[in-house]
Nanobody
Framework: QVQLVESGGGLVQAGGSLRLACAAS????????MGWFRQAPGKEREFFAS????????NYADAVKGRFTISRDNTKNTVSLQMNSLKPEDTAVYYC??????????????????WGQGTQVTVSS
């Protein structure tokens, strides 16, 4: 029912910036908390950012705090991720995810019922 499509990935040098976008279909977008996950080569998918349905609450993994910013525009059914000061270790496929339960801190992967196909972010040294 709900479809998510990521865009904005690419190749960037260390220290550079990228902005990812996740476009969502569905009329109840603002009811969903949204999260960003990433999966590096040979690694498990990991959470790094989330935002509540209304956008008033955000949460970040330590690895990205101070560098990444999640935001959303519910009038456009879009969630964005501004990534600054990128590091080679940020290289991964980045996935947008939509929550299937009321938003709370500490949500698990199983709490996200909708997933995009991912967009590749590569940071060169």
């Amino acid at each position: 029912q709900v479809q998510l499509v990521e865009s904005g990935g690419g190749l960037v040098q260390a220290g550079g910036s990228l902005r990812l976008a996740c476009a969502a279909s569905g009329r109840t977008f603002r009811e969903y908390g949204m999260g960003w996950f990433r999966q590096a080569p040979g690694k498990e998918r990991e959470f790094f950012a989330s935002i509540s349905g209304g956008g008033s609450i955000t949460n970040y993994a330590d690895a990205v705090k101070g560098r990444f910013t999640i935001s959303r525009d519910n009038t456009k059914n879009t969630v964005s991720l501004q990534m600054n000061s990128l590091k080679p270790e940020d290289t991964a496929v980045y996935y947008c995810a939509g929550g299937s339960t009321p938003y709370k801190l500490g949500m698990k992967m199983r709490d996200y019922g909708y997933w995009g196909q991912g967009t590749q972010v590569t940071v060169s040294s």
